[in-house]
């Protein structure tokens, strides 16, 4: 069965177990699984790799039908989705499974496709297909954004924003959140405020870098540090992401300390992760708790009001400072 996007929302999709998500648009594919597909259905969330599966059959099928006391429902995705997974799906489907769902994900499929042409055939499962963004859908999401966030700004600078993007929602995303945390000191954004903030998404993104950074990943972190020409007017903007990504980590750590599970509080926090962001954050997770994660932001809000006062050594200060915490 194909159901296009725009139709979701008129779809009562509760009783359908299988659903294939394909396309350019990886973006609106996470946004539709955070936001429409959990939503609607229950179970912890497992994250496979199509060759992981086809590698490891027999205990993926094995795990399919395990349960536990804790965990009655599974919420399955599948990365990377090809024909080559057609075959396992049917099998899995004539087996009627219960109280599974398994979303697999892929990129633009043809329509010859034998995965393609079985989810669209069928009438149990559900197939979507997801196009790229154009200017016109980047231009309404950024307007959107900014109208929430009472933030002033002409529509030529969102026309600015929008073409920076690449026709990409989560490089815009990427470029909003920055433009969110430099504007909490402003009243109105100028032109030369949103070209500033904007010209590093052609090379390596501030929020690339400060992930990196709290993930410990020295190599990829000097890398960015070295591809990019930051000015002492980015400093302000790197430490703000800085305090943004730390507080989110926070909470996930909280959040972890209670319920354990991390794919899933990751996959069910609120703002959602998009997927781009899940793997480093969750490593993130992983190597730093929450007392050190505190530390880090004490030591940034202490920075932030030490290059105020020091806007000429701004950029050594916080490139210091990334080179500490990469460690």
Sequence with gaps: MIVKFFELKKKNLTENKFFLLYGNNKGLIEETINNFLRPIKKGNVFIYDEPEIINNLDNFLENLKNKSFFENEKFIIINRSTDKIKNIIEEIIEKNIESITIVLKSDNLEKKSKLRSFFEKEKTTVTIPFYEDNNQSLRSLALTFFKEKKILISQENI??????????????YNELQKIENFAKDKKQLKSEDILKLTNLSENFDISELVDNTLAKERKKTLHIL????????????????FINKLKRLIKLQSQILNKKDVDNVISNFKPPIFWKEKEIVKKQVEIRNVDSTKKILFKVNDLELIIKKNTANSKNIVTNFILEQAI
């Design 159 to 172: 026309n600015i924003i929008v073409q920076r993007c690449r026709g990409d929602r989560i490089n815009l």
């Design 226 to 241: 070295n591809e990019n020409s930051f000015t002492n007017e980015d400093s302000i903007i790197i430490l703000k992401i």
